[in-house]
């Protein structure tokens, strides 16, 4: 997919504001003023962005959602033009901290790059305002902001937290976001911030993330909301059968459920070896090693089924 990150390139560095004319969709032409209403700009064929972003959901999307329509955020009000702001700001203080001399381009040192992440339609306008609220996420990966990477629109789609409206319609806002230095961030983290100054953002994947993870402290200054698509999804599309996956559970979680059985001596030791790992004294493999020699195979297993079956019902 490397030639949808030189295409998105082009418009990481044109002008985020543009101009562009009304919405001649039929979903608009029910609700006229839902752009007007948002701050918002609707896009129409031709447009470069529009172009761009169209030809390359479809793709994501193959025939399983309807593209319905494609905007762009106005920066029209006093609060949304100071967050444009900030966050030119802080691309720049990320850029100056790794070295880089503020020109943009290929080289810039804050790899500002573009992701998606699901918007419920009830927060748009305050989102799009004031910014995010709150962390979105299913707490896999920590406390904070997880985006998808431009080229996975249909599995931020599965991924949703966000409930389809009433009429099926979901609201994916496709962003820029201030990744600079990525540390890897393990499934099962309760991370929260940067582990070091060091650091900007998280990834679940170095060589090719599928999550981006800004952390809750990040989140409103190095995301910045730019295009809206509006798509429309089968029903109960993210309730549809997935692949099994093997039963998981945080440390934390699984340290205070031992608690309950073994001695304490022996948690004493599991925190340790949690928080020697936290602070990268060891690997992640090691812990779990250290603690399986701990537990036993079969304790382990027995509370992490256990924790799995209580998550389901």
Not at 45 to 51: I, L, N, V
Not at 157 to 167: C, G, I, N, P
Not at 189 to 195: A, E, G, R
Not at 246 to 258: D, H
Request: net charge positive.
């Amino acid at each position: 997919m490397d030639y949808l990150r030189t295409e998105f390139q082009e418009l990481e560095e044109g002008s985020t504001i543009s101009e562009s004319g009304s919405c001649d969709g039929s979903y608009h032409q029910q609700r006229p003023s839902f752009a007007d209403e948002h701050g918002l700009m609707e896009l129409l064929e031709g447009d470069k962005a529009y172009d761009l972003i169209y030809r390359n959901s479809k793709s994501a999307l193959g025939d399983q959602c309807e593209l319905l329509s494609i905007l762009r955020n106005g920066f029209a009000t006093v609060g949304s033009r100071a967050k444009l702001k900030s966050f030119q700001v802080f691309q720049e203080a990320v850029e100056m901290k790794h070295g880089g001399g503020g020109g943009g381009g290929s080289s810039n040192k804050a790899r500002v790059k573009y992701g998606w992440c699901d918007v419920r339609k009830t927060e748009l306008k305050s989102v799009l305002e004031y910014g995010f609220s709150q962390p979105r996420n299913d707490g896999s990966y920590g406390c904070g902001l997880y985006l998808s990477p431009d080229n996975a629109l249909l599995e931020c789609l599965k991924d949703s937290v966000a409930e389809e409206s009433e009429d099926g319609m979901r609201f994916m806002l496709l962003c820029r976001v201030i990744l600079g230095k990525s540390e890897i961030v393990p499934r099962g983290s309760t991370q929260s911030c940067p582990s070091s100054p060091e650091f900007d953002s998280g990834v679940d994947n170095l060589a090719s993330p599928s999550k981006y993870i800004v952390w809750s402290t990040h989140m409103n200054t190095h995301v910045l909301p730019e295009f809206l698509v509006c798509v429309k999804t089968p029903i109960n599309f993210n309730r549809s059968p997935k692949r099994k996956r093997s039963p998981w559970m945080a440390f934390p979680v699984l340290i205070k459920a031992l608690s309950k059985i073994l001695p304490s001596s022996q948690i004493l030791i599991i925190q340790k070896h949690y928080k020697d790992q936290q602070n990268r004294r060891i690997s992640r493999s090691e812990l779990i090693q250290r603690v399986r020699n701990i537990t036993g195979d079969k304790l382990l297993v027995h509370i992490i089924k256990a924790f799995g079956h209580k998550a389901q019902n």
